[in-house]
């Protein structure tokens, strides 16, 4: 198995862009995690679905973000516009069994905003 | 609030030694991971120890959970270079929520 995939690795971009990463979960796993990574705040979770349904969202700093999983097997995190305290590194991880079972993790995009 | 915190921050030991991390928690869980993370790569699963179980193996890792003070122990025995990594406990939320949350982590630096 590929393991979790994650695209792009790295993106940088100007303040005031769309940026959109995506993401493939292992094949099977029923739930998906998007998190965000930074010296600052530690590792955060943004939202986790189950089942391709959106569970809970809490995470999601505000309106400028948003999460899709239009099938089982890809997601995306768009960030609209993009802002210079959204840099950070942006994991996703799947598994099979729901939140409290084992999550695989993607290898992360790391995400700079100018 | 973040549910689990490990502790120390950072830990800096030689090769052959034993590293102790801990990760301390505020409600009840139904179980607790371990998680490992190399510069610049994603987290890796260790261990997961169920509320139930007081001890766990897995090679030279060794956890340890005690639910009457909601902390665990990480152990890593005669530990290697390649040890080097940072080290985070997740456990759910708590209140009847599995939204699993993670402490910020234990950095780890193995002096060869």
């Not at chain 1, 739930?31 to 600052?40: A, C, E, G, I, K």
């Not at chain 2, 007081?54 to 909601?70: F, I, Q, Y």
Request: aromatic letters at 8%; charged letters at 20%.
């Amino acid at each position: 198995d590929a393991g979790v995939i994650q695209s792009p690795r790295h993106e940088v971009t100007e303040m005031g862009q769309e940026v959109t990463l995506r993401c493939k979960p292992i094949s099977g796993h029923n739930s998906l995690f998007w998190y965000r990574q930074t010296m600052m705040r530690g590792l955060e979770l943004l939202i986790y679905f189950n089942n391709n349904v959106p569970i809970d969202d809490s995470g999601m700093p505000e309106d400028r973000f948003s999460a899709k999983m239009p099938n089982a097997s890809f997601s995306t995190l768009k960030i609209q516009p993009s802002e210079p305290r959204d840099s950070a590194v942006y994991f996703c991880a799947s598994s099979s069994l729901g939140p409290a079972d084992t999550q695989y993790f993607g290898p992360g995009t790391r995400l700079t905003v100018l | 609030s973040q549910q689990g915190e490990e502790d120390p921050q950072a830990l800096s030991i030689q090769e052959g030694e034993n590293a102790t991390m801990n990760c301390s928690y505020k409600t009840s869980i139904n179980n607790l991971q371990w998680y490992r993370q190399n510069s610049g790569r994603g987290l890796v699963h260790l261990i997961l120890i169920r509320s139930n179980e007081r001890e766990k193996h897995s090679g030279r890792l060794r956890v340890t959970l005690d639910t009457s003070k909601k902390s665990s122990s990480l152990l890593i025995t005669a530990s290697r270079a390649a040890d080097t990594a940072s080290y985070f406990c997740a456990t759910e939320a708590g209140g009847g929520s599995y939204i699993p949350t993670f402490g910020r982590g234990t950095s780890l630096i193995v002096h060869p």
